[in-house]
Each structure stands twice: as structure tokens, then as C-alpha cells.
């Protein structure tokens, strides 16, 4: 599987962006599909999973409420609309296929590039 992750970009606090995701392979409409990122100088953590039916959905602490993940399985692609940014949504943002543990866990089999997300105050 490979993934292509874009939609990253310099955008001001209080903007919206809008990140996909596009996979390679026939089997993505069966994959669990999750969003991390990794700020300069941390741990890359999580952000947003979410099943393979669009069900079920999970979202880290820090971004309920501002992010809402989806996914078009007739394009084979997944979507983090982020809403709200603050400068603390700087990151390099990967989206990831098949989680070898839970779905929060960055444990995936597959790794897309990450695309680069700045938040300006």
C-alpha cells in the first residue's frame, strides 16, 4: 500500500485546512486508516482514526472537537478537516494503513510521507 498525504500549508490561527490522504491499493475500503504528526523535536502522536466503514471514529484530546477524520473509500482516500488551528498544530502530519496494535498506537504497517502543517499566530 502506498499512501500520498497532502493539503499541508502555512495558514493563521483560527484558519481551516483540509488534508487527504490517497492510497494505492484495492484494499484500502478494508483498511483502518489513522492521521499522526510530529512537531519539531517530539514524539510523533496521534491525531484521528478511524475504522473501515467510517466506523468507529477516535480523536486525540487535543483535537476533539476542531478535527473531524473521513474517508471516500470509492476514491481511496482519507480526509482530516482541521478547523480552528493554533500554533500548537504545527506538524508534519502522516497518515498511516493498518494498525499493527490499537488504533491510536503509531504502530502501523503502512506509512505515507508527511505533509507540513504551520500555524501562524
Known amino acids: 500500500v502506498q499512501l500520498q498525504a497532502s493539503g499541508g500549508g502555512l495558514v493563521q490561527a483560527g484558519g481551516s485546512l483540509r488534508l487527504s490522504c490517497g492510497a494505492s491499493?484495492?484494499?484500502?475500503?478494508?483498511?483502518?486508516m489513522g492521521w499522526f504528526r510530529q512537531a519539531p523535536g517530539k514524539e510523533r502522536e496521534f491525531v484521528a482514526a478511524i475504522g473501515w466503514s467510517g466506523d468507529p471514529t477516535y480523536y486525540a484530546d487535543s483535537v476533539k472537537g476542531r478535527f473531524t477524520i473521513s474517508r471516500d473509500n470509492a476514491k481511496n482516500t482519507v480526509y482530516l478537516q482541521m478547523n480552528g488551528l493554533t500554533p500548537e498544530d504545527t506538524a508534519v502530519y502522516y497518515c498511516?494503513?493498518?494498525?499493527?496494535?490499537?488504533?491510536?498506537?503509531?504502530?502501523?504497517?503502512?506509512w505515507g510521507r508527511g505533509t507540513l502543517v504551520t500555524v501562524s499566530s
Open positions: 491499493a484495492r484494499t484500502f475500503s478494508s483498511s483502518t
Open positions: 498511516a494503513a493498518d494498525p499493527l496494535k490499537g488504533m491510536t498506537i503509531a504502530r502501523y504497517d503502512y
